[in-house]
């Protein structure tokens, strides 16, 4: 299965590799809050290369002589990369292992505090990318892209490692809603996570071929920047030249649907494009709602902050910030063809 989604810009006429090395894809963990001091959880934020999250977990249970269960981190980083982020370890009335002999040329523990609080997936602010983009051509048309990028963003797509390789998580989940069974709890989600991002990325390319992807529709689900609230444009928030003025300013964005159960948000135009985008899905959305999956949003577009580049003869060097849940290959997409993409994890 292959899918090519909709490019917001069209599709890039200059090609590069990205991660030709880890040091060419950089993450940095903005959890958006800094340790109390006191608690029975230690955080500990650690550089890593060449090593996934899930490695380091397990390592740092072992050390602590605790369950895998018992550490937790904020957002998956990707194996194939130089990533800073934050993990945490239970330790109810005990006190702190040595966690030394974790640390090597490839993982260094850069602090570590106590807290209050369990450190759960999806709590952190954003993160910081530094990305490296190499092997470039047709350098010509990058500095338009890029400042179209700047100010107008890119597709908020699930990147293509949320559904596995040749889309395997999402036959998986297909599978699991006739009636195959999954014990391990951690795969379920994982496929109930790849058929939800599917059914987003179906809706929000179907918009983006219809040509408005930046035009407000009549019952659009509009979420409030920086928010995850959302109302509709209805009878009681009209489509008038004031909210208009607001979507202008970008203080409210267009949402796509996370299936889920419970009642559309969008109405009239907006919905009517939704529903039809989905049309042929009956199969995945019927087993979001099975499974208990509420009806959620999720923005459109991602707009990356304090976006700079440098370019250099075939090399671009390239730092912005996303907001938690984005991910920086749907910008990398949208700017150059990547026939060697390693996936990332951008969450």
């Known amino acids: 299965m292959n899918h090519q989604w909709h490019y917001l810009h069209g599709e890039p006429e200059c090609s590069g590799r990205l991660k030709a090395a880890p040091e060419d894809f950089i993450v940095r963990e903005d959890l958006g809050f800094l340790p109390c001091g006191e608690g029975e959880h230690i955080l500990l934020h650690i550089r890593k290369r060449g090593q996934n999250t899930q490695w380091v977990a397990r390592e740092l249970a072992r050390l602590a002589g605790v369950a895998q269960r018992d550490v937790t981190w904020a957002g998956l980083k990707d194996r194939h990369a130089v990533t800073e982020q934050w993990f945490g370890v239970h330790l109810p009335g005990k006190t702190e292992p040595d966690f030394s002999s974790l640390e090597n040329d490839d993982v260094q523990i850069l602090a570590r505090a106590r807290h209050n609080k369990k450190l759960k997936t999806g709590a952190l602010k954003g993160n910081w990318f530094e990305l490296t983009v ?51 709890r951690n795969k379920r989600s994982l496929y109930l996570s ?17 040509g408005c992807g930046e035009q407000l529709l009549a019952g659009d689900c509009l979420m409030l920047a920086g928010t995850q609230s959302f109302f509709t444009l209805n009878e009681d928030n009209p489509l008038d030249d004031a909210m208009q003025a607001r979507f202008a300013e970008g203080d409210v964005r267009i949402s ?92």
Request: proline share 2%.
């Open 194 to 210: 790849a058929a939800r991002s599917y059914l987003f990325n179906l809706a929000a390319s179907k918009r983006l071929a219809a």
């Open 134 to 184: 190499t092997e470039l051509s047709g350098q010509e048309f990058l500095a338009s892209r890029l400042a179209a990028i700047a100010a107008r963003g890119v597709p908020n797509y699930f990147g293509d490692q949320r559904f596995g390789h040749h889309f395997g998580n999402l036959d998986q989940a297909r599978a699991m809603f006739n009636g195959r069974r999954i014990k391990d």
């Open 256 to 347: 796509s649907p996370m299936w889920g159960r419970g009642r559309l948000s969008s109405e009239d135009s907006a919905a009517e494009l939704e529903l039809s985008a989905l049309s042929e899905q009956e199969d995945l959305c019927q087993g979001l709602e099975a499974n208990g999956l509420k009806q959620e949003r999720r923005a459109l577009l991602l707009k990356p902050l304090d976006m700079s580049w440098q370019l250099e003869q075939d090399r671009l060097r390239l730092s912005f910030w996303l907001p938690a849940g984005s991910y920086a290959t749907s910008l990398v997409r949208e700017l150059v063809k990547d026939e060697q993409a390693n996936e990332d994890i951008g969450e």
